[in-house]
């Protein structure tokens, strides 16, 4: 996809809509020049931050030096790498001279880097070192895979590939600068690929357009100090920290705090202590599960204290839900719970500034959603697709909230249900189409633009949405019952001995499930109910007390379900479910088939086949 001749993009829009990536970095460079932008630690332990103005000569040079390897408009260039400099700064330098950048995630395996290789054509990728270059490099020679050059942020000795460490020591030819920033609205301004739960990943082509109608919608309903803090630590291939971490902090002159590592994030939000934070269920549900853990040691008098501030916490968030103002006598009652209870508790994790906090991606359970408003975080749930360039639907502390529900639609986003419960949507952020190997773009609207997402929920009466599952994951038993599995698996993960639940039973006349003790949770209950199993979830898995407690757990569940959606029998798993082991994709989702298959037997078993 090359593009028409370009002229200098110094000029602002003519409107919001108009606005491009490069043209925000201009005006942040020239309004904003001395605000941090992005600051990242290095491997001594020492942070370091680039200023707007900074980061805006950074990318010049940086294009610079992919201009001199041929990159050009219209051109794919892949990325993978952590959340890092050389990435962030990469991604906004392509964009300033037209190309396209490509992030892919660091746990693709082999086959779907070729699958992306081949459809976006890309000739150059930029890797992290030596362990991505060994999957990398074979493309090289692969008569099907145009790629030619590999980048490398950490060469190896031999010194095989272009160090990425030569691009900055490009020289910026004077006339250079005329060709940068000359983007249109309707360009492509990314290829973000899905993560593959059901199939190979599809490019999903999103334009400048896209990008910038969604941080006008997002800005709406939102409230955020200004030049907010932003940690950045979910991987930019998935479409969440795209916006997040690269897209709004351009729109909205923010400071990024990029964590290379997730298993970080928390020292860094404890330094940062941000306005905003954004995490996918499974995030929420872990730092929820650490919490409680903490909690259950901690005295009983202790804890009911702690008990008695949620108590006060959630009913203030129930007036708020219902768009009520709560009573004098409870707000003083919460104000005095919140500064001498909650907000100790909270900061203890750096979550005491937290005015937006944030879902998307799957259903959020309920019991995680209740538990955080306990401490007066009222975790705003939102809804979307990549397709969607992220957040369609999004409850609001501005606009109204249900708890439970993805929200109402953003901007001039519209959602309908299709007869057979189907979410449909159209908009200015719904994408282009997905990417053909030849570099055109295959639509996937209908004639009126409506995008069918895959996904079952309902409307209610005030406009909220309500998810129920996917649609291709829907179980239809063998007496012909749909059962979301999504419902039954959060209602099993009520229970904090319980971390993971996946619910199979198509074609089957009764539901079974495969559970995944908690890591962190499970040890704290044992350690409080006086259980000692030896060390890790095998022994505990094994000890007849917690396996009559997760007796307990299943009895309950299935007490607050439909006889349809009942579990009658489980295998109880030892090793968590990761994006490392394949049952989760990079944004932490349950691949489904992968589990079903690697515990086929244990599946099998559960119905005496």
């Given at each position: 996809?090359?593009?028409?001749p370009?002229?200098?993009g110094?000029?602002?829009?003519?409107?919001?809509?108009?606005?491009?990536?490069?043209l925000?970095?201009?005006?942040?460079?020239?309004?904003?020049?001395?605000?941090?932008?992005v600051s990242?630690?290095?491997?001594?332990?020492?942070?370091?931050?680039?200023?707007?103005?900074?980061?805006?000569?950074?990318?010049?040079?940086?294009?610079?030096g992919y201009?001199a390897?041929?990159?050009g408009?219209?051109?794919?260039v892949?990325?993978?790498?952590?959340?890092r400099?050389?990435?962030?700064?990469?991604?906004?330098?392509?964009?300033?001279?037209?190309?396209v950048?490509?992030?892919?995630y660091?746990?693709?395996?082999?086959e779907?880097?070729t699958?992306?290789?081949r459809n976006?054509?890309?000739?150059?990728?930029?890797v992290?070192?030596?362990?991505q270059?060994?999957?990398w490099?074979?493309?090289?020679?692969?008569?099907?895979t145009?790629?030619?050059r590999?980048?490398?942020?950490?060469?190896?000795?031999?010194?095989?590939?272009?160090a990425?460490?030569a691009?900055?020591?490009?020289p910026?030819p004077?006339?250079?600068?005329?060709?940068l920033?000359?983007?249109?609205?309707?360009?492509?301004l990314?290829?973000?690929?899905?993560s593959?739960?059901?199939?190979?990943p599809?490019?999903?082509?999103l334009?400048?357009?896209?990008?910038?109608?969604?941080a006008?919608a997002?800005?709406?309903?939102?409230?955020l100090p200004?030049h907010?803090?932003?940690?950045?630590?979910?991987?930019?291939?998935?479409?969440?920290?795209?916006?997040l971490?690269?897209?709004?902090?351009?729109h909205?002159?923010?400071h990024v705090?990029?964590?290379?590592?997730?298993?970080g994030?928390?020292d860094?939000?404890?330094?940062?202590?941000?306005?905003q934070?954004?995490?996918?269920?499974?995030?929420?549900?872990?730092?929820?599960?650490?919490?409680?853990a903490?909690?259950?040691?901690?005295?009983?008098?202790?804890?009911?204290?702690?008990?008695?501030?949620a108590e006060?916490?959630?009913?203030?968030?129930?007036?708020?839900?219902?768009?009520?103002?709560?009573?004098p006598?409870?707000?003083?009652?919460?104000?005095?719970?919140?500064?001498e209870?909650?907000?100790?508790l909270?900061a203890a994790g750096g979550?005491?500034?937290v005015?937006?906090?944030?879902?998307?991606?799957?259903?959020?359970?309920l019991?995680?959603v209740?538990?955080?408003?306990?401490?007066?975080?009222?975790?705003?749930?939102?809804?979307?697709?990549?397709?969607?360039?992220?957040?369609?639907?999004?409850?609001?502390?501005?606009?109204?909230?249900r708890?439970?529900?993805?929200?109402?639609?953003?901007?001039?986003?519209?959602?309908?249900i299709?007869?057979?419960?189907e979410?449909?949507?159209r908009?200015p952020?719904?994408?282009?189409?997905?990417?053909?190997?030849?570099?055109?773009?295959?639509?996937?609207?209908?004639?009126?633009?409506?995008?069918?997402?895959?996904?079952?929920?309902?409307?209610?009466?005030?406009?909220?949405?309500?998810?129920?599952?996917?649609?291709?994951e829907?179980?239809?038993?063998?007496?012909g019952?749909?059962?979301?599995?999504?419902?039954?698996?959060?209602?099993?993960?009520?229970?904090p001995?319980?971390?993971?639940a996946l619910?199979?039973?198509?074609?089957r006349?009764?539901?079974?499930?495969?559970?995944v003790?908690?890591?962190?949770a499970?040890p704290?209950?044992a350690?409080?109910?006086?259980?000692?199993?030896?060390?890790g979830?095998?022994?505990?898995?094994a000890?007849?007390?917690?396996?009559?407690?997760?007796?307990?757990?299943?009895?309950?569940a299935?007490s607050?379900?439909?006889r349809?959606?009942?579990?009658k029998r489980?295998?109880?798993l030892?090793?968590?479910?990761?994006?490392?082991?394949?049952?989760?994709?990079?944004?932490?989702?349950m691949?489904?088939r992968?589990?079903?298959d690697?515990?086929?037997?244990?599946l099998?078993?559960?119905?005496?086949?």
């Amino acid at each position: 996809m090359t593009s028409a001749p370009r002229t200098s993009g110094d000029q602002q829009p003519a409107t919001p809509a108009d606005a491009t990536l490069p043209l925000l970095l201009t005006r942040n460079a020239r309004d904003y020049p001395g605000l941090p932008a992005v600051s990242w630690r290095q491997p001594d332990g020492e942070w370091t931050t680039r200023t707007w103005a900074q980061v805006h000569k950074d990318t010049a040079r940086l294009a610079a030096g992919y201009a001199a390897l041929g990159v050009g408009g219209g051109d794919h260039v892949l990325l993978m790498m952590a959340n890092r400099p050389e990435h962030w700064l990469s991604d906004l330098a392509l964009v300033r001279i037209g190309a396209v950048p490509v992030s892919v995630y660091g746990t693709a395996a082999p086959e779907q880097i070729t699958h992306i290789a081949r459809n976006c054509r890309a000739r150059v990728a930029v890797v992290e070192g030596a362990a991505q270059v060994a999957v990398w490099a074979p493309l090289l020679d692969d008569p099907g895979t145009p790629l030619e050059r590999l980048v490398v942020v950490e060469p190896d000795q031999e010194g095989a590939h272009l160090a990425y460490a030569a691009l900055q020591d490009e020289p910026v030819p004077e006339e250079f600068g005329k060709a940068l920033d000359a983007a249109r609205p309707d360009d492509s301004l990314t290829v973000v690929y899905t993560s593959g739960t059901t199939g190979e990943p599809k490019g999903v082509v999103l334009t400048h357009r896209h990008v910038l109608a969604n941080a006008l919608a997002l800005d709406a309903v939102v409230e955020l100090p200004p030049h907010v803090d932003h940690i950045c630590y979910l991987p930019f291939a998935h479409i969440a920290e795209r916006m997040l971490g690269i897209y709004l902090p351009c729109h909205r002159a923010s400071h990024v705090h990029l964590c290379a590592d997730p298993a970080g994030v928390g020292d860094i939000v404890r330094r940062v202590r941000p306005a905003q934070f954004f995490g996918v269920p499974r995030v929420w549900e872990k730092l929820a599960a650490t919490v409680r853990a903490v909690l259950s040691l901690m005295p009983p008098e202790q804890r009911q204290v702690i008990d008695d501030a949620a108590e006060v916490a959630r009913e203030h968030v129930g007036y708020r839900e219902r768009g009520k103002t709560p009573p004098p006598e409870l707000q003083e009652r919460y104000d005095r719970c919140r500064a001498e209870v909650l907000l100790p508790l909270l900061a203890a994790g750096g979550l005491e500034r937290v005015t937006w906090a944030a879902s998307a991606s799957a259903p959020m359970p309920l019991d995680v959603v209740r538990f955080w408003a306990g401490f007066g975080i009222v975790i705003m749930d939102a809804w979307g697709l990549t397709e969607t360039t992220g957040v369609a639907t999004t409850n609001s502390l501005r606009t109204g909230f249900r708890l439970g529900s993805v929200g109402r639609p953003v901007g001039e986003v519209e959602v309908r249900i299709a007869a057979d419960g189907e979410i449909e949507v159209r908009g200015p952020s719904v994408f282009s189409g997905y990417l053909r190997e030849d570099g055109s773009v295959r639509p996937a609207v209908d004639a009126d633009g409506w995008l069918a997402t895959g996904d079952i929920g309902r409307l209610d009466e005030d406009g909220y949405l309500w998810l129920t599952d996917r649609k291709k994951e829907m179980v239809i038993t063998s007496t012909g019952k749909n059962v979301s599995p999504a419902l039954v698996e959060n209602a099993l993960k009520e229970h904090p001995l319980i971390g993971q639940a996946l619910v199979h039973g198509d074609n089957r006349s009764y539901l079974v499930a495969l559970l995944v003790l908690d890591p962190e949770a499970a040890p704290a209950w044992a350690t409080a109910h006086g259980v000692e199993a030896g060390t890790g979830l095998t022994g505990l898995a094994a000890h007849p007390v917690v396996r009559a407690e997760v007796d307990r757990a299943v009895a309950a569940a299935n007490s607050r379900l439909n006889r349809t959606e009942q579990v009658k029998r489980y295998r109880l798993l030892t090793e968590e479910w990761g994006p490392a082991t394949g049952e989760l994709t990079p944004s932490l989702k349950m691949r489904r088939r992968i589990i079903r298959d690697k515990y086929g037997a244990d599946l099998a078993a559960l119905y005496g086949d």
